[in-house]
């Protein structure tokens, strides 16, 4: 919880370009906080990555997501690495791929393939 906190005091020190009128919530706000320290980690990357996904995602600039991914690592001392959590080998991304390709390998095999029935 004192990470979090950590994180979210640097975050309210910086300005958001795209949130200028929000004032120093302009990062993050205190339901983003909540939400959070509400995910189910198990490690300090997890809560890392976790807390990336939900506070840079959002963000349009890259300059911004920069800063929250450098202030997330720099406070939780951890690597964020995001072409491996969305591209790697373990990623759900690759997971969902390989499910679709074996669900269209079926459909193949049963005579149901899409390019046939369009």
Not at 5 to 28: P, Q, T, W, Y
Not at 56 to 69: C, G, M, P, T, Y
């Amino acid at each position: 919880a004192k990470l979090l906190v950590k994180v979210m005091s640097s975050l309210r020190k910086r300005r958001s370009k795209s949130g200028v009128f929000r004032g120093k919530d302009g990062l993050i706000t205190p339901r983003d906080l909540l939400r959070w320290a509400e995910r189910k980690v198990v490690s300090k990357e997890e809560l890392a990555l976790q807390g990336w996904m939900l506070l840079a995602e959002r963000l349009r600039d890259e300059d911004e997501k920069n800063l929250v991914k450098e202030i997330i690592e720099e406070h939780m001392k951890v690597h964020i690495d995001c072409n491996e959590l969305y591209f790697g080998k373990g990623s759900e991304s690759r997971r969902k791929l390989a499910l679709i390709g074996k669900m269209d390998e079926a459909a193949k095999n049963t005579g149901l393939d899409l390019r046939a029935i369009a």
